[in-house]
């Protein structure tokens, strides 16, 4: 059961990498292969371009983000500007916030009791999550084989169209369209 739409409507940001939103999921029943049991996604606002991530536990969080951080900002030219997330305790280490604060990166943390706040990433790993149980239904592969299933699912979602924006989100981060030769039906 879901929760019934919340009223409010936040403002989307002007350029790429403007505010990139973020949240973790996991622990997962079953490990997927190579052992990891959490996934981290990072979503810009502007396009809803989207990164996934595996982890094996949760206090690798800011190593992922240094990771995202330097592989956007090089693909992209642009710098992180504002990450969004929930007040979880892997976002509030003394050494995320120091990091955040020497590369002048705003941190905006959601109240408690205010999901929706940052709607933008809990929606992501939903419709993550539902395309991942979907293609393990389809496939029945065994359910350790959810770590490919959720990278391919965050791919799919790059290359689709969008109401959103005028291209598909691939299109605009990389300035070309998607090739869809290696998808099959």
């Known amino acids: 059961m ?5 009223v409010g409507q936040s403002a989307i940001a002007n350029g790429l990498l ?5 949240d973790v999921c996991g622990p997962l029943n ?21 990164y996934v991530y595996l982890m094996r536990y949760k206090s690798e969080v800011f190593e992922r983000f240094k990771e995202y951080r ?3 900002e090089n693909q992209t030219g642009h ?8 007040r979880g305790g892997e976002y509030l280490s003394g050494e995320f916030i120091d990091y955040l604060k020497e590369n002048r990166i705003l ?7 205010t999901l929706q706040l940052n709607g933008v990433a809990e929606r992501r790993n939903r ?10 239904n389809f496939t029945e592969l065994p359910p350790s084989f959810w770590g490919y299933a959720i990278e391919t699912a965050t791919k799919l979602l790059n290359i689709a169209p969008s109401k959103m924006v005028p291209q598909t989100p691939y299109e605009i981060w ?3 369209p998607a090739s869809y030769k290696y998808l099959r039906v």
């Open 2 to 6: 879901t929760k019934k739409p919340f």
């Open 30 to 50: 079953t490990p997927a292969i190579g052992g990891f049991s959490y996934f981290i996604t990072f979503t810009d606002d502007h396009l809803r371009y989207g």
């Open 107 to 113: 941190s905006q943390w959601i109240p408690p009791g």
């Open 127 to 136: 419709t993550l999550s539902d395309m991942v149980r979907s293609m393990m």
């Open 79 to 86: 710098k992180i500007k504002a990450l969004r997330s929930d």
């Open 70 to 72: 330097l592989e956007v």
């Open 18 to 22: 403007d505010l990139v939103h973020t």
């Open 174 to 176: 990389h300035g070309k």
